[in-house]
């Protein structure tokens, strides 16, 4: 199996230093309470926001009537062919595989099939800053989610985070150019659990992080974004067929055949039990005590961390994300683990989209 995570800072004197001191900033979070980080995405500058679950009930409940809820929303201006959820599940396109008995990824680059507003490809969306790239997830009209592992440095702070909604390096131009975060927000107990500089398995479940746009980010069109779900009862969710779509990196063991950086590919679940499986109980908020890990079975590369993992079976209206894809196969038979989507969680998504329509 994989490691859960392909850094160890803890025998780096300064980033430890550096964490240990953004550390002592933070306010404990009580057992009632949920904390998230909030940041400036051009300074860096952050504050922490504690809530109590009461307080993120009823701010939720206030968002659901104003119409902000879960459910995905399809682009503006020409839109191309919307895939039924039977089109999503691609043929083979190679022998090597990490889950099933063939790699079944297909290239999503822009062309004739897949032009430029295809959706929900449209939704997918390069994530950079100024130590690297992954992958991300539209998931309301200004909010992209990715990992924090790959955004958040070891003393706070993104380094001037960036989208590219259908980024396609072989087209012309993305056809919803490269947007910057007004501001993001990232779960408190990313630096509590030590995360940055030694993170360890109750780290997959605080792996998020989301950004926040400029308002009317992508000028007179708009590339649309994905719903997100939750459910209580784990057999239902390890029911759920689903998708992982996200920029691979190249030239590596576990990359797609015909992987061309800056290109979308991705595919579906799969294997005797194409259903993702949920694990590891954890008393931390958002979860309490519930199991706090998808681990989705599409296969999987790096570069694709931080991409949602989706499906169309929560409920009409999606697709909806239902966890975030942080890193390769740890769980056997399975492509990669990230945080679980609870009603926690989509609550506060709720709320955020009321904040910034």
């Known amino acids: 199996m994989?490691?859960?995570?392909?850094?160890?800072?803890?025998?780096?004197?300064?980033?430890?230093?550096?964490h240990e001191a953004h550390k002592r900033l933070l306010q404990p979070v009580k057992d009632d309470e949920f904390s998230v980080i909030v940041g400036n995405g051009e300074t860096g500058e952050e504050y922490q926001v504690i809530q109590t679950l009461e307080g993120l009930k009823v701010a939720a409940e206030y968002a659901r009537k104003l119409?902000?809820?879960?459910?995905?929303?399809r682009p503006t201006g020409d839109v191309g062919p919307v895939a039924a959820e039977e089109e999503l599940r691609p043929p083979s396109l190679g022998t090597q595989s990490i889950v099933g008995p063939a790699d079944n990824r297909l290239d999503f680059r822009i062309s004739a099939f897949y032009p430029a507003t295809a959706w929900?490809?449209?939704?997918?969306?390069?994530?950079t800053n100024n130590h690297g790239a992954g992958s991300g997830t539209m998931i309301g009209a200004r909010i992209a989610i990715t990992n924090a592992h790959g955004t958040v440095d070891s003393a706070g702070g993104i380094d001037w985070p960036r989208i590219v909604p259908r980024q396609d390096t072989t087209s012309p131009a993305p056809p919803y150019g490269a947007v910057g975060a007004q501001t993001y927000?990232?779960?408190?107990?990313?630096?509590?659990?030590?995360?940055?500089?030694?993170?360890?398995?109750?780290?997959?479940?605080?792996d998020w992080v989301i950004l926040i746009l400029w308002p009317s980010p992508f000028g007179g069109g708009h590339p649309g974004y994905l719903g997100y779900a939750a459910h209580s009862n784990d057999a239902v969710v390890q029911s759920w067929a689903h998708h992982l779509w996200g920029f691979p990196g190249c030239g590596m063991a576990q990359s797609p055949p015909g992987?061309?950086?800056?290109?979308?590919?991705?595919?579906?679940?799969?294997?005797?039990?194409?259903?993702?499986?949920v694990s590891e109980p954890l008393a931390d908020w958002p979860f309490l005590n519930a199991k706090s890990r998808l681990s989705h079975r599409v296969d999987n590369s790096e570069g694709v961390s931080g991409a949602g993992v989706f499906s169309y079976a929560p409920a009409a209206g999606g697709?909806?994300?239902?966890?975030?894809?942080?890193?390769?196969?740890?769980?056997?038979?399975?492509g990669g683990l990230g945080p679980r989507i609870t009603d926690t969680l989509v609550s506060y998504f709720n709320s955020v989209r009321a904040q910034f329509p």
């Open 259 to 277: 992987c061309t950086d800056g290109v979308l590919f991705g595919g579906a679940g799969e294997g005797q039990n194409p259903g993702p499986v």
């Open 185 to 206: 927000a990232y779960p408190t107990a990313w630096v509590t659990r030590n995360c940055p500089v030694n993170p360890t398995w109750e780290c997959n479940a605080h």
């Open 2 to 18: 994989a490691p859960e995570y392909p850094y160890d800072h803890s025998g780096d004197a300064e980033k430890v230093a550096a």
């Open 120 to 127: 929900p490809q449209t939704t997918m969306v390069r994530v």
């Open 67 to 73: 119409g902000y809820d879960g459910r995905a929303e």
């Open 319 to 334: 697709p909806y994300v239902i966890s975030t894809s942080i890193s390769n196969g740890v769980v056997a038979n399975t």
